[in-house]
């Protein structure tokens, strides 16, 4: 399984922000949208990325008040990135290596979507439940409930 596929059933609905946008601007926004990522974009480009790891580091730095402060100034401006391409196995042993729980899909240069490790760990156990599914019913006379077998 690929990221390809996270995005076919999450969609393409990408939030982005300026890098000089004020931070109060950004916590607003991701805040009205109930998002826990924002992709900072330049000149079309991706230039880092803002969550709520980093803005609950900014507002600890700046003793409780996010201040006046830009995305620039808190923004991880060397976020992990996967590509469509990139197995699910190995991004779910990067996020884990970093802590990440937001990744940027990029196709070269192109921003495809952001994965969450949510999303990731929903499609393992999708694709999981799928397999048990299957081999249940590959399995004749096996109780629909998921009990044991008579005389087992």
């Known amino acids: 399984m690929k990221v390809t596929d996270i995005l076919r059933v999450k969609g393409s609905t990408l939030f982005t922000v300026q890098p000089d946008l004020p931070l109060a601007e950004a916590v607003k926004t991701m805040a009205e949208l109930d998002i826990g990522s924002l992709v900072v974009m330049e000149h079309g480009d991706l230039v880092g990325m803002l969550t709520f790891r980093e803005v609950i580091q900014a507002?600890?730095?700046?003793?409780?008040?996010?201040?006046?402060?830009?995305?620039?100034?808190?923004?991880?401006?060397?976020?992990?990135?996967?590509?469509?391409?990139?197995?699910?196995?190995?991004?779910?042993?990067?996020?884990?290596?970093?802590?990440?729980?937001?990744?940027?899909?990029?196709?070269?240069?192109?921003?495809?979507?952001?994965?969450?490790?949510?999303?990731?760990?929903?499609?393992?156990?999708?694709?999981?439940?799928f397999e048990n599914k299957m081999l249940k019913a590959y399995i004749r006379d096996w109780p629909a409930d998921g009990s044991p077998l008579p005389g087992g």
């Open 59 to 129: 507002v600890v730095a700046g003793n409780g008040a996010i201040g006046t402060r830009q995305v620039r100034k808190v923004m991880d401006d060397a976020p992990l990135t996967c590509t469509p391409e990139t197995e699910i196995d190995e991004v779910r042993r990067m996020m884990l290596l970093r802590h990440a729980r937001y990744m940027p899909v990029l196709d070269r240069r192109t921003l495809m979507g952001v994965i969450s490790f949510y999303d990731v760990a929903k499609t393992v156990v999708d694709a999981q439940d």
